[in-house]
């Protein structure tokens, strides 16, 4: 009976304990908490909204992005001598934590502790938002994150308070070590559509394949023709799904500054091909062998005329449909 009522007792201690855990937090004791008075007063950022962000630019000791709202449902990367298309996605990760993220503990009020929580200018992300008149709404820096609770600590650029924000602010900001990079559409061609291409060429290994599309006046109808090793009509469909697979590539990410083709697998390449536009532009792409070990087995690196400097990480399954031989252009041919 004795070691019953000893364990009813131990039980209630831990739930006692549990309870204090969960709703006291003295872990935190000593920290200041505010205590708002209402809903509005509670956020972080009062004044933000995500339909009202119009600038924000992201700084890491040297590093720095800018990017520009430029309708409700697109943003740019605004570059000294050229915008990018910003991923979207990742833009709006970002601006509904910001929205979302309401104040907490402050759990330090000293300087000498910005290393620690990462609200320094060397591992802090220093976010300034500036709405669309001009008014800057947002000025902090985003620390660490606390870990399994998610929550972020954050310190306004003017203050050496540090406080802890329960909203995963950091993932919208941390992209890894090529963030900069990776704040960019995915999409290696914004605006290349399927019906502006007129001809496609491959060099790889089955050799040299020229493709052309011709319009019949007789037929009404668009057509497509190998014109090289060999000649006839080729398979409309096998031809459209090549087009297809190059006209809304994606890319998985963007090779580190610096990175020589050599590095990847593109000097030489594996293969090269050409595609003709409509408006007499051409677009040339060269794309590496597949990797060799891990990840980066199903994964291959491309080049791209009209980004010049770029080399861009694109999934292998892309690419299997331009390693067939040229008999299989041909219609009648689409096994």
């Known amino acids: 009976m004795t070691k019953r009522l000893n364990l009813v007792l131990i039980c209630l201690l831990g739930i006692q304990i549990l309870i204090i855990l969960i709703f006291d937090k003295p872990w935190t004791s000593g920290y200041r908490r505010p205590q708002p008075q209402s809903e509005e007063e509670a956020l972080l950022y009062p004044l933000f909204s995500a339909e009202g962000a119009a600038v924000f630019t992201v700084t890491q000791g040297e590093q720095k992005i800018t990017l520009k709202r430029v309708s409700p449902d697109e943003w740019v990367i605004d570059e000294p001598n050229k915008q990018y298309k910003a991923d979207i996605q990742w833009v709006e ?35 300034q938002v500036w709405d669309q ?49 990776a704040w960019r559409d995915k999409a290696i061609h914004i605006e290349l559509r ?10 790889g290994p089955h050799g040299r394949i020229v493709l052309e599309h011709r319009f019949s006046e007789i037929e009404a109808e668009d057509r497509w023709f190998i014109v090289e090793p060999i000649q006839g009509e080729a398979s409309a469909e096998r031809v459209n799904k090549t087009v297809g697979v190059l006209c809304t590539l994606k890319a998985l990410g963007f090779a580190p500054p610096g990175t ?41 690196y491309l080049t791209a005329s009209h980004e010049p400097g770029e080399i861009f990480k694109v999934a292998s399954s892309f690419f299997y449909t331009f390693g067939v031989r040229p008999e299989k252009f041909l219609a009648g041919d689409d096994e």
Request: hydrophobic share 35%; charged share 35%; proline share 2%.
């Open 194 to 203: 399927e019906k502006m291409v007129r001809g496609l060429e491959f060099e």
């Open 93 to 127: 990760v970002l601006l509904d934590s910001l929205a979302r993220a309401k104040k907490s503990d402050v759990v330090s009020e000293k300087a000498s502790n910005w290393s620690h929580y990462e609200v320094g200018e060397e591992k802090g992300f220093h976010l």
């Open 260 to 300: 020589q083709l050599a590095d990847v697998g593109l000097e030489p390449p594996q293969f090269t091909m050409v595609l003709h536009k409509s408006d007499g532009e051409s677009l040339e792409f060269k794309v590496s062998k597949e990797g060799e070990k891990g990840r980066e087995k199903v994964s291959r």
């Open 133 to 181: 008149d001009g008014q800057k709404i947002i000025d902090s820096v985003i620390g660490k994150n606390m870990g399994p609770m998610r929550g972020t600590y954050v310190r306004e650029a003017e203050s050496s308070d540090v406080m802890l924000v329960m909203e995963n602010i950091r993932r919208g900001i941390n992209k890894g070590n090529n963030w900069l990079r």
